[in-house]
C-alpha cells in the first residue's frame, strides 16, 4: 500500500513537472521574423537629422558607437570612439553641435540615457586605471552637469529610465566581474539618489522598464547548458521586490554557452528576449534568436 502511494505521487509529481515545463514553453516563442523586434526611432526634426548626417561622416561610420535619439525628436546624443580609443558624447541639436562632457577631461564616458521629458541626458563616467564611477545628469537647457550619484568601487553600465522619470535602473560590476559585456548588478536609483540593489552574483543583463514605469525585467547571462543554470528573466517592482522569474525551455541541440544578451519590455504582457552565444568582444555573437515571452 505504502508503495503503490508512494509511485502514485511520484507520478503525480512527474506529471506536475511535465506540465510546468509545457506551460514554460508555452510562454516562450521564437520570433519567426527577426525584424519584429527592433525598437522604434524617435521621428527626428529635418535640420536635427542633417546635422547628426554631418557629424557621422566627420566622425567616421566606424566610429559612431551609438545614436540615441530624445523622446522629442529634436536632440541626438552620439556615442563615439576618439582617436586614442576612449568613448565621448557629443550632442546633435538643430543649431548646433557639441561635445558635452564633465569638467574632469580625463574622465573617460560610459553608458548614456535621455531622461522622459528629453530635457536632461545621463552619463556615466570613470577614471581609466580608477576604481569607481559617477552618474551625472546634463540639463540641455542649462548647459550645466550635476552629479546624480557616485560608486566609490563600482563601475555603472546601461543606464535606463523609467516611464515616469522618478526612477533610474542601472547595472553595476566591481573591478574583478567587470568583462568584455555589460553585466553586473541590477540596481534602482530614486528621487535623491537612493539606491537599491536589486540583484548579486553580477550575472544581470538588459535592464528594461514595463510600459507602466512600475515594473523593471532583466536577464540573467548564465549558460543555458550549465548544471543549475539561473537562465531566464526576473521581473522586480519599483519597490525592489521580485515579481517572478521565468525560465526558458532548452531550444534544441542549443549550444551549452547560450545565454540572455538582450530583453525589451515590449507590451504590458510581452518581453523579447535575445540569446546569443558569447566567444569574445571581438567576434560577433554567434546563434542569435529572438524569443517572444508572455507573462500570464
Known amino acids: 500500500m505504502a508503495r503503490a502511494l508512494a509511485i502514485l505521487l511520484c507520478g503525480a509529481l ?17 520570433i519567426a521574423d527577426q525584424g519584429s523586434f527592433v525598437e522604434p526611432f524617435p521621428r527626428l526634426d529635418p535640420a536635427v537629422a542633417r546635422a547628426l548626417a554631418g557629424l557621422e561622416s566627420s566622425l567616421g561610420n566606424e566610429n559612431v558607437a551609438l545614436r ?15 582617436p586614442s580609443s576612449r568613448f565621448a558624447v557629443a550632442l546633435v541639436m538643430s543649431n548646433r ?29 570613470w577614471q581609466p586605471g580608477s576604481p569607481g564611477s559617477t552618474v551625472w545628469q546634463y540639463d540641455v537647457d542649462a548647459g550645466q552637469f550635476s552629479r546624480h550619484v557616485r560608486f566609490d568601487r563600482q563601475i ?32 534602482l536609483i530614486g528621487q535623491g539618489g537612493v539606491v537599491t540593489q536589486l540583484t548579486k552574483e553580477f550575472a544581470a543583463v538588459s535592464p528594461s522598464w514595463a510600459p507602466s514605469g512600475r515594473q ?34 532548452r531550444p534544441p541541440q542549443a549550444d551549452d554557452d547560450l545565454q540572455i544578451d538582450r530583453v525589451i519590455w515590449q507590451a504590458d504582457e510581452t518581453i523579447l528576449v535575445r540569446f546569443s552565444v558569447f566567444r569574445g568582444s571581438d567576434t560577433p555573437p554567434g546563434a542569435v534568436q529572438w524569443y517572444r515571452l508572455v507573462l500570464q
Open 216 to 249: 523593471i525585467a532583466v536577464g540573467n547571462e548564465s549558460p543555458i547548458g550549465r548544471p543549475n543554470s539561473r537562465s531566464g528573466v526576473t521581473v522586480y517592482s519599483i519597490e525592489g521586490s521580485k515579481v517572478r522569474h521565468e525560465s526558458p525551455p
Open 14 to 30: 512527474s506529471l506536475s513537472a511535465a506540465a510546468e515545463v509545457s506551460a514554460a514553453a508555452a510562454r516562450w516563442t521564437p
Open 68 to 82: 540615441l535619439a530624445a523622446p522629442d525628436g529634436r536632440k541626438v546624443a552620439v556615442y563615439h570612439r576618439l
Open 97 to 125: 553641435t557639441m561635445p558635452i562632457k564633465p569638467v574632469n577631461t580625463d574622465l573617460d564616458v560610459g553608458g548614456i540615457a535621455w531622461r522622459p521629458d528629453s530635457a536632461a541626458l545621463t552619463l556615466v563616467t
Open 156 to 187: 555603472a553600465y546601461a543606464p535606463v529610465w523609467n516611464k515616469l522619470g522618478d526612477t533610474l535602473a542601472m547595472l553595476v560590476s566591481d573591478e574583478a566581474h567587470t568583462g568584455d559585456r555589460h553585466h553586473g548588478n541590477l540596481v
